[in-house]
Structures are given as C-alpha cells and as structure tokens.
C-alpha cells in the first residue's frame, strides 16, 4: 500500500510525496481503468455514434433539449457547492461511505478521504493506492472494507492485474485500520469465490459480518464455476481484524444441474440477465431484513442469523428488467425499490428508443408479516429528461432521504446526473429536484457521469466517474426536515433506523 499525500503538503513530506509520484507514473502509463465502469450483462456499447444519431444529438442540444457538452443544469431547489477534481488517483470513481466529518469515496485504483467538516470546502485526508476494480467501499468504527472484483497477481496494493485464466489471480475483500485517517493501514486481506463485486455490512459489538456480492459471468474463471448460486459470508473481528475468515457461503437460489438455480436467462427470458450470483445485498439491520438484486432476480431475506440468511420471497421481471443491480428499503420496511442497469451501465438506456420502463427502477410493496411477506410490484420510475445517445445513463446507486411519512430518494444515474425523487404513493413516482452535467462528448460515446450519489447529514455527496467528488444542497420544504437527522456513519447497503 502507498499513501498519496494532499499535494498542499508537498513542502512538508517531500519524500513520501516522491515515492507517490514514482507510483503515480506507473499507474498513468499503465492507462485509467476500463471504460465500462460496472459491466452487467448488457448490450455492446458501440464505440462511435451513427452520423444520424450524432446529428440528432447536436440538434437536441441546439433545442435545449439536452445540456451543451459538460454544462451543468440543475433544478431550483439544488445549489451544486462544490466539485473536487480528481487528484493522485486517476481511475473510475466507485462508491463512497460516511463516519462523522469524513466521507470514504472508492476509487478502481484505490480510495480517497475527505474531510467534510466544512461541505463547501472538502479537503483531503488521504489518497490510497490500492487497484483492484471495483474498489467499492465500506467502513465500520475503526475499520475499512475495500471490494476486488478482477484478477490480481496477489492480494497487496503493489498487485498487478492479471489474465483470469491464471490459477495464482487473487481477488476478495481487504481490510484497513483507519483510526489515524491520515495513515489508514491495510490489516487483512481475504480471498472470496468470483472475487467481490460489491459486499455489506452486517455489524455487530465483537464482529463485523460481510455479505459479498459476485457473480460469474462465464465459465473462463478458473475459480469462478456455476453454479455460483450463493454469497460469501466472511466475520471480522472487531478486535482482531487480521483474523477475517469465510465462515459461510449461504445458497440462495438452490437448483438442480450444472447451472443451480436462478433465472435461467437467455434463450428462455430473452434480454435478462442469467442468475449466477447476486450484484448488490441492501441490509436493514434493525428489521432482521436484507433485499438482493441478483442479476436475474430479486430477493426478500430474513438474516435473524447472520450466518444463514434464509430466502423468503423471490420475483422476477423478464419483461422490463434485464439486471437487477441494487436495491433500497424505504423508511417503514414496507416497500423496496430496485434498480435494473440495463446495458451494464455502459450504454445510453434514456432516451426515447428505450422508454420509461426499462434501465429504470422498479418500486415494489412488501405485504404479509414475517416469513410470509411478499414483494408486490407498483411501478418504475425514470428520469423525465432524455439524455444524448453519447451519454450512458440508467439506474444506479442512490438512497433514503430521512423525511418521517415521506419515501424520498436521491439517485445517481451516471451522465443522467443525480435525482431526487418521491414513491410515497408507490403507484406514481415523480421526480422533485435534479442535477447533471451535458455529454461528455457530442459525437463519440463516451463512459462517465454519477457512480453513486447519497444524502448524508444534510447534503448530498456524489462521486462522478470522471469530474470528481460533487457536493450538493437541496432546499426544499419536503425534504427539509431531514437536515435535523444526523448520523455518526453511514455505509447505504447497511442501512439504519434513522428515528430509532
């Protein structure tokens, strides 16, 4: 592991800040990471626009359809405060994660820390450098969580990326020790089947339980086989972190034949994505409750033992859904919302030849009580611009708006921006604030936009693929009240009972 230094402390740490350098060069050499930034299973994504469908985007920018290139638009009620660039660590922009004044954004070639005390002048802690895709990030008291999901020559921050085909390739989970932000040190590092796309956090006093999240997405993975049916279940000592282990890979789709369980996918549901594993698992810790979008299905699970999470109701849409990437409990536990990343979040899904329904999400009620509840689906919701065909654009990571008798949303959407949006009546979704950035390009596709974009203690807080880390003000009297919740941490697939 090498710790990059702010820049602004160069005249104090010289050499520490040469060596990042050093390392920096071979990384800028070795090229950014992969321009899909969270494949799934959908379509190519071509590398050039038609003339026709460039000509067509030029005049809807013309028309004021659609944001000139890089313009900032945003709704009233939002006041974008600030966008910091990215610095020493110039891969894809994952995830982030919260604990008192300091937000966690991942990064695929390692993490970044900000200082948040201040949101309209972050500054940085800590820029680590540690590749492995997808980097995602979780943190819990003095400990933080990084997901590799892509062949490693070993499980250290000096790796390097590997052909998967390699039986050495290396790819898990790693722990760090953050109580001194400024120096985080990597303190264990565990190896999981199909490696960790995404994992969540189950904490407890003594112990730390995460749920990894992968999925295989062909048979070349040497250690990566179907039927991959299941997630790994790995227990970190709170106290003794350098003995994280598996303790359990828990099946949830049980099946007969090579391939298990799941949605079998193409041919028999054309366009949906085979089940061969689960995206993303969203917590409720306080409920005894966890909601999985797992490629090709979604899932409602008691995890009354952490250990052994027990299925309890499994849904399907092969009309309109083709992956099921992520998914959010509202404030009372009786409704989900779970994302589809049609196109694998490389591809432009909004606009007028894909519609409303699809690369959107979809709002589904949770009826009956405990293990006879069910998933009860009500509608999708979009956002209500359509974006460039050089723009990716579709459902991605968002979260809970704390507003009492309100279900309020803010999402990320890639280069559709951030939206904010209210399910209350989940029968008829409407959008009630948005921020975005033009196309990154007018003429060539183009990869980029919001990975994630979350409300945290005020503020929301979005990491941008490309332009960097963006903090946003929302004032509006529906969403008000929530500015007097405040929250000693937050990790948004763990979420927590914020009225407890």
């Avoid at 939002?78 to 937000?103: C, M, R």
């Avoid at 989970?173 to 109580?179: A, L, P, R």
């Avoid at 359990?248 to 949906?272: K, R, W």
């Avoid at 030849?353 to 293990?371: F, N, Q, S, T």
Wanted: some cysteine.
């Amino acid at each position: 592991m090498t710790l990059l230094k702010d820049p602004r402390t160069r005249h104090r740490r010289l050499g520490v800040v040469l060596t990042a350098a050093g390392l920096l060069a071979a990384l800028l050499t070795a090229g950014p990471a992969a321009a899909t930034p969270d494949p799934g299973d959908g379509p190519a994504v071509q590398e050039k626009v038609s003339q026709s469908d460039a000509e067509a985007a030029a005049a809807a920018i013309t028309a004021g359809e659609i944001p000139g290139q890089d313009e900032i638009v945003h709704s009233a009620n939002i006041e974008p405060l600030v966008n910091i660039p990215k610095e020493a660590l110039p891969g894809t922009n994952s995830d982030l994660a919260f604990q008192g004044k300091y937000a966690f954004a991942g990064n695929y070639d390692g993490f970044r820390i900000f200082d948040i005390s201040n949101p309209k002048a972050p500054k940085t802690v800590a820029q680590v450098l540690c590749p492995g895709s997808q980097n995602d990030i979780s943190v819990s008291g003095n400990l933080l969580f990084l997901s590799t999901d892509s062949s490693r020559s070993d499980n250290s921050c000096a790796s390097t990326s590997q052909p998967v085909t390699e039986k050495s390739s290396w790819e898990g989970m790693k722990v760090f020790d953050i109580t001194d932000k400024a120096n985080p040190k990597y303190v264990a590092a565990v190896e999981t089947a199909c490696g960790s796309h995404t994992h969540t956090l189950v904490p407890e006093k003594k112990n730390v339980y995460i749920y990894v999240s992968s999925y295989s997405p062909n048979a070349t993975y040497p250690d990566c086989q179907p039927p991959h049916d299941g997630i790994s279940v790995i227990k970190v000592p709170r106290n003794a972190p350098e003995k994280a282990a598996v303790v359990g890979f828990p099946v949830l789709f049980p099946g007969e034949g090579p391939d298990g369980g799941g949605n079998p996918g193409s041919p028999t549901n054309p366009g949906v994505s085979k089940t061969t594993g689960c995206h993303d698992i969203t917590v409720l810790p306080s409920k005894d409750l966890a909601a999985g979008a797992c490629m090709g299905d979604g899932i409602l699970f008691s995890i009354k033992d952490p250990e052994n999470p027990k299925v309890i109701d499994r849904v399907q849409d092969n009309v309109n859904f083709a992956f099921w990437h992520s998914a959010t409990f509202n404030l009372d536990a009786d409704k989900v919302v779970f994302t589809d990343e049609l196109g694998g979040g490389g591809a432009a899904t909004c606009n007028a030849a894909i519609g409303p329904d699809r690369g959107a999400d979809g709002i589904y009620d949770i009826v009956g009580k405990g293990d006879e509840r069910k998933l009860v689906f009500k509608s999708y919701y979009k956002i209500p611009r359509y974006q460039a065909d050089t723009e990716n654009c579709v459902a991605h990571n968002g979260s809970i708006i704390p507003v009492e008798g309100k279900d309020i949303m803010v999402q990320a959407w890639y280069q559709g921006g951030v939206s904010v949006w209210d399910f209350t009546n989940s029968a008829q979704p409407k959008e009630i604030a948005y921020f975005e950035r033009g196309p990154l390009s007018t003429s060539t596709f183009s990869g980029g936009g919001s990975w994630s974009a979350y409300y945290y203690n005020g503020y929301i807080y979005s990491n941008d693929i490309i332009k960097g880390f963006d903090v946003l003000k929302l004032s509006d009297r529906r969403t008000d009240p929530a500015k007097r919740v405040k929250l000693p941490e937050l990790n948004v697939q763990t979420q927590p009972d914020y009225f407890d």
